[in-house]
């Protein structure tokens, strides 16, 4: 039994244990399939009660889990036995509209975010989804909407407070511990807990041209053909998300469309919405549209818009990779496997990157796939209360195996709990992988932090 009455009279936060009300709450992730049970859950209310708690768990050896937003499908927000620093009480957000910049602490989620630099008519690159943590997608790169415009969230970040395995607090950035800012955008949670963020801002919205067109799934073929070209050419401004699936029965969604076979292009343009909609009327005539639900938008319901697809709870499995321009090769796996899965809450989704991504320089961040045209994410959704899960984890395994000619690296925010270190190093290129080694040699020589998609240390 782990001593923790002296250690909770130190903590200004919560301490919750297995026996206390609210542990079965505290202890569920996003994912629906992770079922941990830790010993100790740490629900932080500042960079105080992080430090007090690294410490603790140092001192009595306990496994660290840190759970920011708790959206990551590996689930490693949570373990057994251990402790989960929990910093989902730490959202406040602070906009400084004059310089454009945000201080957001590590607990947030989008949608904290979003909600205050809209007021003022800015907004940094975040996810597609506004429930997703603020902390995981920044240290892992960070693709969204804005990103071939404005770069990933990574590229804007400015400065990060970050509690060290040794628990010190420290800040990064390019003038202070600059090894370690480069190594926080790109290499995940391997360095510190990062109790704070500051983000440059821009001009976004209020209003953008922005939802998705739906096309049969017979028509896929011939659309992804289209879409080859009509990405090609885009203007930074455009973010396009393709996805494969059925059509979810959302509320603007006719009622005899719900759960139909489709292929949709999601789009948001955040330039003006008049040059929005001479930029997107070549795709929304081409071919036979079964549902055209492009219009302007505020960017903040924009952002939140897929939220209900893909609700905290139900159960997940995902592969993905990074992908060059869209061959016919790829197009006919595509067609081939999209559409296969049994659970209709199934799907997968492509990325359209470039843009501002691609200019960034190689070696600025720790992010690595800057010269991947796509991402692709293939996910197997099912409801707790469905028998999808060994048909369906077949279905994404299958899917993502077919796509191995084409494979040019991956996202690690996108790696799920059974993908291993092959896939971690998959992630990055040699000479950045050996230098997030070293750095995390220098920071965490111990790999106290390791519940991550981890790089361990070199010695």
């Keep these: 039994m782990v001593p923790v009455n002296d250690f909770r009279e130190t903590l200004r936060g919560t301490l919750i244990l297995p026996h206390d009300k609210g542990y079965h ?34 001192e009595h050896g306990l496994e660290i889990a840190v759970r920011g937003g708790g959206h990551n499908v590996a689930g ?14 730490m959202r406040a957000v602070w906009v400084d509209p004059r310089a454009r910049t945000a201080r957001v602490q590590g607990g947030a989620l989008w949608s904290d975010v979003d909600h205050e630099t809209q007021a003022h008519g800015l907004a940094t690159t975040g996810g597609i989804v506004s429930h997703t943590g603020v902390a995981g997608l920044t240290l892992g790169g960070g693709i969204g909407w804005l990103m071939r415009k404005h770069g990933l969230t990574a590229d804007n970040l400015l400065s990060a407070d970050v509690v060290t395995a040794d628990g010190k607090f420290i800040r990064a950035s390019d003038d202070e511990h600059s090894d370690l800012f480069w190594a926080l955008r790109g290499g995940g949670g391997n360095f510190g807990i990062v109790t704070s963020f500051e983000f440059a801002l821009h001009p976004v919205g209020p209003t953008v041209l922005a939802g998705p067109v739906f096309w049969a ?125 049994e659970s209709p809450r199934s799907y997968s989704v492509i990325f359209h990157l470039g843009g501002a991504v691609r200019r960034v ?56 709990a059974d993908d291993g270190t092959q896939r971690v190093r998959e992630s990055y290129s040699e000479d950045t992988y050996w230098r997030l080694a070293e750095i995390k040699t220098e920071y965490d020589p111990e790999n106290v932090f390791h519940l991550n998609q981890n790089i361990e240390p070199t010695v």
């Design 25 to 58: 709450e505290a202890r569920a992730v996003w994912n629906g399939t992770i079922d941990r049970h830790p010993a100790v859950i740490t629900k932080c209310a500042g960079t105080s009660d992080v430090i007090t708690a690294v410490n603790f768990a140092r």
């Design 76 to 89: 490693t927000a949570v373990c057994d036995d251990g402790i989960v620093i929990d910093l989902s009480a």
């Design 361 to 416: 320089p190689d070696d600025a961040t720790s992010y690595a796939g800057r010269h991947a045209s796509h991402n692709i994410n293939i996910n197997g959704v099912w409801r707790p209360d469905e028998d999808f899960a060994e048909s369906d984890t077949e279905w994404t395994r299958e899917f993502f195996d077919a796509l191995e000619p084409h494979r040019e690296g991956v996202y690690v925010n996108f790696l799920d």
């Design 217 to 341: 799934a017979d028509d896929t073929a011939d659309v992804l053909r289209f879409y080859r070209d009509f990405a090609r050419d885009a203007p930074d401004e455009l973010g396009t998300v393709i996805r494969f699936g059925t059509i979810p029965p959302l509320p603007a969604v006719p009622e005899e469309l719900h759960w139909r076979p489709a292929m949709a292009i999601n789009t948001c343009y955040t330039g003006p919405v008049d040059e929005g909609e001479h930029v997107l009327r070549p795709l929304r005539e081409h071919g036979t549209p079964l549902l055209d639900l492009v219009s302007p938008t505020p960017y903040l319901a924009h952002q939140g818009g897929l939220d209900s697809t893909v609700p905290h709870g139900w159960h997940y499995y995902w592969k993905s990779t990074n992908l060059p321009e869209l061959s016919d090769d790829l197009i006919d796996v595509f067609v081939d496997h999209a559409y296969s899965a």
